[in-house]
């Protein structure tokens, strides 16, 4: 594989989405300056692929806009934070729509894993009050997971 600063960028985002994780841990929340950073970053990595602005830069917002919308509604009924939300969009910026897919269901199984281990977890120490799941590192995990395809996975 060569590398050239598209995969710079790429590894840009892998360290961000490991600090989302980190710090989703640490804190429960998502700072809004590194979900817009992950946003943002994804305007200069379009360049450096050369993505055109139409169809493919149009498709990547409508499809970011989409997850953005669906998530909110989760968020509606209190079972997603707004960071995971703004998280989950800002990340569809950088994919194309087959790897959405792939983030969302990779994240999803990340995500019911993490919550069945804190949940066992919580029961087991009797504690009584509600239970936090730090989804932003789901979210994580499935992007680390994409970027790990793109760089690990060189024979398929």
Same mark, same amino acid.
């Given at each position: 594989?060569?590398?050239? #600063?598209?995969?710079?960028?790429?590894?840009?985002?892998?360290?961000?989405?490991?600090?989302?994780?980190?710090?989703?841990?640490?804190?429960?929340? #998502?700072?809004?300056?590194?979900?817009?950073?992950? =946003?943002?970053?994804?305007?200069?990595?379009?360049?450096?692929?050369?993505?055109?602005?139409?169809?493919?830069?149009?498709?990547?917002?409508?499809?970011?806009?989409?997850?953005?919308?669906?998530?909110?509604?989760?968020?509606?009924?209190?079972?997603?934070?707004?960071?995971?939300?703004?998280?989950?969009?800002?990340?569809?910026?950088?994919?194309?729509?087959?790897?959405?897919?792939?983030?969302?269901?990779?994240?999803?199984? =990340?995500?019911?894993?993490?919550?069945?281990f804190l949940a066992l977890r919580h029961r087991?120490?009797?504690?009584?009050?509600?239970?936090?799941?730090?989804?932003?590192?789901?979210?994580?995990?499935?992007?680390?997971?994409? #970027?790990?395809?793109?760089?690990?996975?060189?024979?398929?």
């Amino acid at each position: 594989m060569q590398w050239g #600063i598209s995969e710079l960028f790429v590894l840009v985002l892998a360290a961000a989405l490991v600090a989302v994780a980190i710090g989703d841990l640490r804190t429960r929340t #998502i700072p809004n300056w590194l979900n817009l950073a992950i =946003a943002l970053g994804a305007i200069p990595f379009w360049y450096v692929t050369d993505l055109g602005l139409w169809p493919d830069v149009a498709i990547r917002i409508g499809i970011a806009a989409a997850v953005f919308a669906l998530f909110a509604a989760a968020f509606a009924l209190g079972m997603m934070g707004g960071g995971d939300v703004k998280l989950l969009a800002a990340l569809a910026l950088w994919l194309p729509a087959p790897a959405v897919a792939m983030l969302l269901v990779v994240m999803s199984l =990340a995500g019911g894993a993490l919550t069945l281990f804190l949940a066992l977890r919580h029961r087991m120490a009797r504690r009584q009050e509600k239970l936090e799941i730090p989804y932003g590192v789901a979210i994580a995990f499935g992007g680390l997971w994409l #970027i790990g395809e793109r760089f690990l996975n060189q024979f398929g």
